[in-house]
């Protein structure tokens, strides 16, 4: 089974902090996806990485940023959170790009 | 852009009754599209998916169809359960090599007893 862990299921953060969520895969999966996920809005693709040091912007990078310094470990980065930055965070990863995404259980964020 | 348009955003059935989740795309090009299943508190799930080669594929109670020509897909759940109840999402992978999946808005299925 593919297993996708991500570091907190609820942070709790204040405007102007860096915050750092973590994402990590067991299945040697070469693609890796941050998503955003609000209310009526979907799913919303922040960053991804097809490989190690790679990433590209999604839709929606502005205030973000990301690190993929193992192929395992893909981590979101919000260099000053807003109170607009309150959401669900989901990471997923798939074997290649047009494949199967599995989905972590999320980091509900919260700023304050 | 890409875009993909989910609708209706809320469904509510009866159980037994069927229900039907539809999905239009803007890209011909797309050749992927798989729909997940997000219970209330837990991960989306990757339920049934299609590629542009078929145009139909069943897997027990759901079903999944394509219309290629007019750009849309569907998701067919039948003999609903209550346990059906959940926010489904419809993607569509664009961009061939470098591409990516596009997600629908949702639909947030309640099935009654």
């Known amino acids: 089974d593919v297993k996708v862990t991500q570091s907190s299921r609820y942070l709790v953060k204040r405007t102007g902090e860096k915050v750092f969520l973590e994402c990590v895969q067991d299945?040697?999966?070469?693609?890796m996806f941050w998503y955003r996920q609000d209310p009526g809005l979907g799913l919303r693709l922040i960053y991804f990485s097809y490989d190690v040091k790679m990433k590209e912007k999604g839709d929606i990078p502005e205030g973000y940023s990301v690190s993929r310094e193992k192929k395992e470990r893909f981590s979101l980065i919000l260099e000053s959170a807003s109170t607009n930055q309150t959401s669900m965070y989901l990471c997923a990863s798939s074997f290649w790009q047009g494949g199967t995404q599995y989905f972590g259980p999320g980091t509900r964020l919260l700023v304050l | 852009g890409e875009n993909v348009e989910q609708h209706p955003s809320t469904l509510s059935v009866q159980e037994g009754d069927s229900a039907v989740i539809k999905c239009t795309y803007s890209d011909s090009a797309s050749n992927y599209f798989p729909w997940y299943k997000q219970e209330l508190g837990k991960r989306p799930q990757l339920i049934i998916d299609?590629?542009?080669?078929?145009g139909e594929k069943k897997d027990q109670r759901i079903a999944v169809t394509l219309n290629k020509t007019a750009k849309h897909f569907s998701l067919h759940i039948t003999e609903t359960q209550p346990e059906d109840s959940a926010v489904y999402f419809c993607?569509?992978?664009?961009?061939?090599?470098?591409?990516?999946?596009?997600f629908g808005k949702g639909t947030k299925l309640s099935v009654k007893p």
């Open positions: 299945m040697d999966h070469e693609n």
């Open positions: 299609i590629r542009s080669n078929v």
């Open positions: 993607a569509a992978y664009y961009g061939g090599s470098q591409g990516n999946l596009i």
